[in-house]
């Protein structure tokens, strides 16, 4: 197993372009999360999903849209980046509602100039 | 919503010290409470969890207890080692009612000095 996989690792975008960071698993875990996280700030939570078609939003969730089509994908659009959403993002899924063991992708280092 | 306080910020002690890490949250409901450590450059793991029917849980030098009362929970390290150098971060879930919901604190920066 691949685990989750995020793409890319880096990128650089210019303030008011948009984007989409890629998460996948192969797991078949129902839960899955995108977390952001900034120095002395903690993981901070964006979205959440707890199966296909469902999504809920969480601690910080402006700026950011997500859906979840599939199982295995959970991708996170930023709509018209800014300088603030400049941070690392981490995807995370687990098991089930029991199971609630959260594992993370690699990260993406998202820079906004 | 929940939120989770953690203390202190960063924490340095000398191998073989034990190490305390705190955390308060406050949604009386929570009734899941994980331990992450990240090690620098990589992702977030899980080293321990507690649920709210249990005061207490080991695993070998480490140790988890809960105060379900004054809602805070502590995570003990004995005998620190230099590769218990990381972040250590808390969080709080209440499982059943709020799916994937996972609230993190901010973090505790361990040092461990040879």
């Known amino acids: 197993n691949a685990g989750v996989t995020q793409t890319p690792k880096f990128q650089v975008l210019k303030t008011g372009q948009s984007m989409t960071l890629q998460c996948a698993q192969d797991m078949n875990h129902e839960y899955m999360s995108w977390y952001r996280q900034d120095p002395g700030m903690g993981l901070r939570l964006i979205h959440y999903s707890v199966g296909a078609g469902i999504t809920d939003q969480g601690e910080v969730p402006n700026g950011y849209n997500v859906s979840r089509s599939t199982t295995e994908d959970f991708p996170l659009r930023l709509l018209s980046a800014a300088p603030s959403q400049t941070s690392v993002y981490f995807c995370?899924?687990?098991?089930?509602?029991?199971?609630?063991?959260?594992?993370f992708g690699p990260g993406t280092r998202l820079t906004v100039t | 919503g929940e939120n989770v306080e953690q203390h202190p910020s960063t924490l340095s002690v000398q191998e073989g010290d034990s190490a305390v890490i705190k955390c308060t949250y406050s949604?009386?409901?929570?009734?899941?409470f994980p331990w992450y450590k990240q090690e620098l450059g990589k992702r977030p793991q899980l080293i321990i969890d507690?649920?709210?029917?249990?005061g207490e849980k080991k695993d070998q030098r480490i140790a988890v207890t809960l105060n379900k009362t004054a809602k805070h929970f502590s995570l003990h390290i004995t005998e620190t080692q230099p590769e218990d150098s990381a972040v250590y971060f808390c969080a709080a879930s209440l499982i059943y009612n709020q799916g994937g919901k996972l609230i993190f604190g901010q973090g505790t920066e361990l040092s461990v000095k040879p």
């Open positions: 995370a899924s687990s098991r089930d509602r029991d199971r609630r063991e959260q594992y």
């Open positions: 507690i649920r709210s029917n249990v």
């Open positions: 949604d009386s409901a929570s009734n899941y």
